[in-house]
């Protein structure tokens, strides 16, 4: 998964965190999203859209006031937030990766052990979305 695309008015397309707005009354932090400095054309990153859509959807007709970090809810974006850190910047991407998913599999061995069924789920999901976007880039490279 690339984070350039070609903008429709030619010029580069590249993901940055940003916030988006739901309603006025949401903001929703360090969504990676496509901009184009060019055009200023921007659109959500493709591999988070329907994990966005389906937290916007449990937001309801009516929410209330909040502020809610994305990289909290999809690892995706908790694995660009990191990388992006300033505190991260000479670390390799791999080296961020690696340890991401070694903190996940700890977590997993806590949860199981515990038998919390709920928290099993989240870290297998968070799992699932690293090795489907790895498998990803790795078909592409």
């Keep these: 998964m690339a984070v350039q695309k070609p903008c429709s008015c ?3 397309m590249n993901v940055r965190l940003r916030t988006v707005i739901f309603q006025n009354k ?5 969504v990676p999203i496509y901009v184009c400095d060019s055009c200023q054309k921007s659109e959500v990153f493709p591999p988070i859209k329907s994990e966005l859509t389906g937290f916007i959807r449990t937001l309801g007709a009516s929410p209330e006031a909040a502020v809610v970090q994305f990289n909290d809810i999809s690892e995706l ?3 660009m937030f990191t990388v992006s850190s300033k505190e991260n910047m000479n670390r390799p ?3 961020i990766i690696d340890e991401r998913v ?3 599999l700890d977590l997993l061995l806590l949860a199981s052990s515990l038998k919390d069924e709920h928290w099993v789920k989240d870290v297998r999901h968070r799992l699932r979305q690293i090795s489907s976007h790895l498998g990803a880039v790795n078909r592409s490279s």
């Design 10 to 12: 030619g010029a580069t």
């Design 26 to 30: 949401v903001e929703i932090e360090n």
């Design 77 to 79: 974006a908790h694995l």
């Design 93 to 95: 991407v791999e080296s």
């Design 102 to 104: 070694n903190e996940l």
